[in-house]
Protein backbone atom coordinates (compact mmCIF):
# COMPACT_ATOMS: atom_id res chain seq x y z
CA UNK A 1 0.00 0.00 0.00
CA UNK A 2 1.68 3.04 -1.30
CA UNK A 3 1.00 5.97 0.91
CA UNK A 4 2.32 9.92 0.48
CA UNK A 5 1.71 12.15 3.58
CA UNK A 6 2.47 15.69 3.15
CA UNK A 7 3.11 18.17 6.41
CA UNK A 8 3.99 21.52 6.79
CA UNK A 9 1.27 23.61 5.05
CA UNK A 10 -0.86 26.86 6.77
CA UNK A 11 -0.72 30.21 6.71
CA UNK A 12 1.45 33.12 5.93
CA UNK A 13 1.40 36.06 4.56
CA UNK A 14 3.28 37.41 1.53
CA UNK A 15 6.52 37.95 1.27
CA UNK A 16 6.77 35.10 4.05
CA UNK A 17 8.01 31.67 3.82
CA UNK A 18 6.71 28.17 3.98
CA UNK A 19 7.82 24.67 3.97
CA UNK A 20 6.44 21.11 2.93
CA UNK A 21 7.40 17.62 3.77
CA UNK A 22 6.39 14.61 2.42
CA UNK A 23 6.96 11.06 4.20
CA UNK A 24 6.64 8.45 1.15
CA UNK A 25 6.58 4.89 1.61
CA UNK A 26 7.57 4.11 -1.90
CA UNK A 27 10.45 5.01 -3.60
CA UNK A 28 10.13 6.26 -7.15
CA UNK A 29 13.13 7.86 -9.64
CA UNK A 30 10.17 11.06 -10.25
CA UNK A 31 8.66 13.02 -7.38
CA UNK A 32 6.88 16.31 -7.37
CA UNK A 33 4.35 19.29 -5.53
CA UNK A 34 1.08 20.13 -7.31
CA UNK A 35 -1.60 22.89 -6.63
CA UNK A 36 -5.22 23.22 -6.74
CA UNK A 37 -6.48 26.61 -6.16
CA UNK A 38 -10.28 26.65 -5.78
CA UNK A 39 -11.47 26.65 -9.10
CA UNK A 40 -8.89 26.16 -10.92
CA UNK A 41 -7.04 22.20 -12.46
CA UNK A 42 -4.25 21.24 -10.51
CA UNK A 43 -1.01 22.38 -11.60
CA UNK A 44 2.94 21.40 -11.52
CA UNK A 45 4.55 23.10 -9.40
CA UNK A 46 7.94 21.38 -9.26
CA UNK A 47 9.59 17.39 -9.72
CA UNK A 48 12.50 15.75 -9.06
CA UNK A 49 14.23 12.93 -10.54
CA UNK A 50 16.82 10.69 -8.53
CA UNK A 51 17.16 12.40 -5.55
CA UNK A 52 17.89 15.34 -7.06
CA UNK A 53 20.29 15.24 -10.58
CA UNK A 54 17.66 16.95 -12.06
CA UNK A 55 14.61 19.50 -11.04
CA UNK A 56 12.21 21.25 -12.73
CA UNK A 57 10.19 24.25 -11.88
CA UNK A 58 6.76 26.05 -13.08
CA UNK A 59 7.72 29.56 -14.25
CA UNK A 60 5.44 30.74 -11.41
CA UNK A 61 7.64 29.54 -9.00
CA UNK A 62 11.49 29.70 -9.72
CA UNK A 63 13.92 31.44 -8.14
CA UNK A 64 11.35 31.37 -5.34
CA UNK A 65 10.54 27.40 -4.64
CA UNK A 66 13.06 25.25 -4.33
CA UNK A 67 12.69 20.97 -4.11
CA UNK A 68 14.75 18.51 -2.51
CA UNK A 69 14.75 15.16 -1.36
CA UNK A 70 16.01 12.97 1.62
CA UNK A 71 17.10 9.67 0.22
CA UNK A 72 17.68 8.15 3.72
CA UNK A 73 14.71 9.48 5.94
CA UNK A 74 12.47 9.10 1.72
CA UNK A 75 11.02 12.39 2.34
CA UNK A 76 10.34 15.52 -0.15
CA UNK A 77 10.59 19.09 0.84
CA UNK A 78 9.35 21.85 -0.44
CA UNK A 79 10.63 25.30 0.63
CA UNK A 80 8.52 27.98 -0.86
CA UNK A 81 9.78 31.69 -0.21
CA UNK A 82 8.36 34.76 -0.98
CA UNK A 83 5.34 33.74 -0.88
CA UNK A 84 2.50 35.55 -3.51
CA UNK A 85 -1.68 35.55 -2.60
CA UNK A 86 -1.42 33.84 -5.84
CA UNK A 87 0.62 30.34 -3.98
CA UNK A 88 -2.76 29.95 -1.96
CA UNK A 89 -3.72 26.39 -2.83
CA UNK A 90 -3.86 22.79 -1.60
CA UNK A 91 -0.42 21.35 -2.23
CA UNK A 92 -0.58 17.60 -3.26
CA UNK A 93 2.67 15.30 -2.89
CA UNK A 94 2.86 12.72 -5.85
CA UNK A 95 5.57 9.95 -7.22
CA UNK A 96 5.60 8.40 -10.31
CA UNK A 97 7.94 6.32 -12.95
CA UNK A 98 8.77 7.29 -15.98
CA UNK A 99 12.23 8.25 -17.80
CA UNK A 100 11.25 11.77 -18.22
CA UNK A 101 10.93 13.54 -14.78
CA UNK A 102 8.55 16.80 -14.97
CA UNK A 103 5.37 18.19 -13.68
CA UNK A 104 3.93 17.28 -17.23
CA UNK A 105 4.70 14.06 -17.02
CA UNK A 106 3.74 13.45 -13.39
CA UNK A 107 0.02 15.18 -14.28
CA UNK A 108 -0.42 12.32 -17.25
CA UNK A 109 1.27 9.34 -15.59
CA UNK A 110 -1.20 10.36 -12.44
CA UNK A 111 0.30 7.63 -10.79
CA UNK A 112 0.39 7.95 -6.52
CA UNK A 113 -0.57 11.21 -4.62
CA UNK A 114 -0.70 12.32 -1.28
CA UNK A 115 -3.73 13.57 0.61
CA UNK A 116 -2.50 17.15 0.61
CA UNK A 117 -2.04 20.26 2.85
CA UNK A 118 -3.88 23.37 2.77
CA UNK A 119 -1.74 26.54 2.20
CA UNK A 120 -2.98 29.91 2.38
CA UNK A 121 -1.25 33.41 1.43
CA UNK A 122 -2.58 36.91 2.48
Known amino acids: HVQLVESGGGSAQAGGSLRLSCAASVRSNCMGWFREAPGKEREGVASIRDGGATTNYASSVRGRFIISQNNAKNTLNLQMNNLKPEDTGMYYC???????????????????WGQGTQVTVS
Open 94 to 112: AAWAFSVCTVATGLSINQW
